[in-house]
């Protein structure tokens, strides 16, 4: 019983300190050194940029969102009463695509179009709290950067050519090939436009911020990358501090 007892203790004690620890986890070894008002100019800033783009995120997340959800259910209604099995066809494809698209906002939404808010729902009252929300929010601006990032990136672009390729290739399948063709060249042109509108002020955010703060260093990131080349392919390796 006494046994008992001692594990029970144990086991509640590491549930305790297990969080904690966590917590109080050192951060780096750049931010320790920064006095109060500096670690407060900090904050100040990329809360303010962060707050900044609050709007055009919204803006773009409930927009996009909200067409993909009407464009689907136009086209499956339509699909649905439509006695022409041409347009079936072209409607059904659109439906798809449209439900693929909605549900890659839903569950990859922007963060950025919560500000700063997580930084400011963390503790602030010690100084290793205020360290805590610099190094998260340095994180979040960096997030938000990267994501911003896949505008310009050829997986994203190609990603969107061949979802309306495939949507077409059933189009011409199964229904009319002009049916298909408008559906690629109209898929592609608001794929691209939703790319392309996407919020993008979070890159020079992070950009401001390093070179008003040279003593940020983000950590090292790796990636890799496949490219065509006459004989075959290539990999690219990129390295980032």
Known sequence: MRLKTIVIGVVFSLIIIFPTTIWAAEVRPELSVL?????SQRLRFIEQRLDEGRRHANYWQLGWSGFYAVSGAV?????????DGDN????????TKSALALTSQLLRPLGARHGADEIRAMPAES???????????????RQNAERAGERTMWRTHLTSLAVN?????????????????????????????????????????????????????SQQRFSWHLFPTKKGAGVGINFSF
Request: proline share 1%; aromatic share 10%; no cysteine.
């Open 35 to 39: 006095s109060d008002e500096e670690i």
């Open 75 to 83: 086209s499956g209604t339509s699909a649905f009463r439509t006695d």
């Open 88 to 95: 079936r066809a072209n409607y059904i494809v659109g439906t």
């Open 127 to 141: 100084r290793a709290d205020r360290l805590n929300q610099l190094e998260q929010a340095e994180e979040l601006l």
């Open 165 to 217: 390729l495939a949507g077409g290739a059933a189009i011409w399948a199964f229904g009319d090939s002009k049916d298909a063709l408008i559906s690629v060249a109209s898929g592609i042109a608001f794929s691209e436009l939703a790319i392309y509108t996407q919020p993008g002020r979070a890159i020079t955010d992070l950009e401001d911020y390093e070179n008003k703060f040279s003593g940020y260093h």
